[in-house]
């Protein structure tokens, strides 16, 4: 089945620094996606990415789909303590059943 | 928009009983539901993805007649943890797809449960 390898398992960052995480998979997605999840609650969805190349912000977020559609990064500026949680990526192979692959998260801690 | 709930938010049952739990989207009618697990620092693990009007279909390893889905409209999805025993304690996440979505999924806030 299909995998997804997403790196680094965890990050402990400076307030005021940026971040780099990024997932590889064995195998092509249509639609890339980030979530982020706190402590407690369910994801919530950042950014969604659907072209091969496609760079998209949010705020001081910035994704980018991998031009082979194999990969995605996602990058955080200017960290704040409350970027602290998991952040997931998510691809969908397109269709109409709307399931995700998830990676394995990345652990965020932003010191004050 | 696209909000999605659960209820409840946590649950603390005995051994041998079982639990519901209620997935709701509130703003938009869901083509598809699915039913996550989730273990401290892992990450979500497929259950099932469940249909409006037909049956779930279940992740290899997943027990069908353990944990029980119901998808009676496009807006409400149950998931019924039966018998429920201690190795069942988890955080459960519901998520639904919009139609025509995009392929997004949006997640419930999760419901945890405790099987003493």
């Known amino acids: 089945g299909q995998q997804l390898n997403q790196s680094p398992q965890s990050m402990f960052i400076q307030e005021g620094e940026d971040v780099s995480m990024n997932c590889t998979s064995s195998?092509?997605?249509?639609?890339w996606l980030w979530y982020k999840q706190d402590p407690g609650e369910g994801p919530v969805l950042l950014i969604a990415?659907?072209?091969?190349?496609e760079l998209t912000s949010n705020g001081r977020l910035t994704a980018q789909f991998g031009i082979t559609r194999k990969d995605s990064f996602l990058n955080i500026s200017a960290s704040i303590p409350s970027d602290v949680g998991i952040y997931f990526c998510?691809?969908?192979?397109?269709?109409?059943?709307?399931?995700?692959?998830f990676g394995k998260g990345t652990l965020l801690t932003v010191n004050p | 928009g696209a909000v999605v709930s659960q209820h409840p938010s946590w649950v603390i049952c005995k051994s041998g009983t079982s639990v519901k739990i209620e997935c709701r989207s509130l703003?938009?009618?869901?083509?598809?539901m699915f039913w996550y697990r989730q273990f401290p620092k892992q990450s979500l693990m497929l259950m099932a993805t469940s249909n409006e009007g037909s049956k779930a279909t279940y992740e290899q390893g997943v027990e069908k007649d353990k944990f029980l889905i119901n998808h009676a409209s496009l807006t409400l999805s149950t998931l019924t943890v039966t018998s429920a025993h201690p190795e069942d304690s988890s955080f459960y996440i519901c998520?639904?797809?919009?139609?025509?979505?995009?392929?997004?999924?949006?997640f419930g806030p999760g419901t945890r449960l405790t099987v003493l």
């Open positions: 998510a691809g969908n192979s397109g269709g109409s059943n709307y399931k995700l692959t």
């Open positions: 195998s092509i997605f249509n639609t």
């Open positions: 998520s639904a797809a919009r139609l025509a979505g995009g392929g997004w999924q949006f």
């Open positions: 990415l659907y072209k091969a190349g």
């Open positions: 703003d938009f009618q869901a083509t598809t």
